[in-house]
């Protein structure tokens, strides 16, 4: 089945620098890509999400990458805000099926 | 948008009692269902895989005569949690995906059960 990995599992960044989340998958056949952001206590919250057909997709502060040949993909966050503190998720499925979540990544922005 | 509702938010319960948890699709209709479960500071575990009219689909690991899951129409799904013990106690959320043929690969979470067992 599919395994999803995720690093780092913390990342500390200043207000205003870029952060970076990476993220792996085993299943050559999973095509979908959402990324997540999860506040405490919160249901996980869309923030930007990817298909297989397409290499990057840029949506103002927010970016993700994906390379199927080497089957992973990434976020990108630039000039980080301290709302944007919380923990991010990556996920992986084919279409509509079940989503594998990789571990998380809590992500501080200090002032 | 996609509405996904959940009740209740929280629920705390006796042990060897059994808790029932909703999940409902306001505005749009469900054909699959997923149940995931998430630890303090983990991330989300799919359960199951919930089908309108037929059974579920268990992950591995997950006993199925412990949690029960019902798809009984294209707008709910229940996870019943059968003789409750405090190692139960997890945050429990739904997602529903939309009919397929709509063109859409998001799925839409419910805000989630807090499940806290004595």
């Known amino acids: 089945g599919e395994n999803v990995e995720q690093h780092p599992s913390t990342l500390s960044v200043q207000e205003g620098d870029s952060a970076v989340i990476k993220c792996t998958y085993s299943?050559?056949?999973?095509?979908?890509f959402p990324w997540y952001k999860q506040e405490l206590g919160k249901r996980p919250q869309l923030i930007i999400d990817?298909?297989?057909?397409?290499g990057e997709k840029k949506d103002q502060r927010i970016a993700v990458t994906l390379n199927k040949t080497a089957k992973h993909f990434s976020l990108h966050i630039t000039e980080t805000q301290p709302e944007d503190s919380a923990v991010y998720f990556c996920?992986?499925?084919?279409?509509?099926?079940?989503?594998?979540f990789g571990t998380g990544t809590r992500l501080q922005v200090f002032p | 948008g996609a509405v996904v509702s959940q009740h209740p938010s929280r629920v705390i319960c006796k042990s060897g009692t059994s808790v029932k948890i909703e999940c409902r699709s306001l505005?749009?209709?469900?054909?699959?269902m997923f149940w995931y479960r998430q630890f303090p500071k983990k991330s989300l575990m799919l359960m199951a895989t919930?089908?309108?009219?037929?059974?579920?689909?268990?992950e591995q690991g997950v006993e199925k005569d412990k949690f029960l899951i019902n798809h009984a129409s294209l707008t709910l799904s229940t996870l019943t949690v059968t003789s409750a013990h405090p190692e139960d106690s997890s945050f429990y959320i739904c997602?529903?995906?939309?009919?397929?043929?709509?063109?859409?690969?998001?799925?839409?979470f419910g805000p989630g059960t807090r499940l806290t067992v004595l």
């Open positions: 990817i298909r297989s057909n397409v």
């Open positions: 919930s089908n309108e009219g037929s059974k579920a689909t268990y």
């Open positions: 505005d749009f209709q469900a054909t699959t």
């Open positions: 996920a992986a499925s084919i279409r509509t099926d079940k989503l594998i």
């Open positions: 997602s529903a995906s939309p009919v397929p043929g709509t063109n859409n690969d998001e799925q839409f």
């Open positions: 299943d050559s056949a999973s095509n979908y």
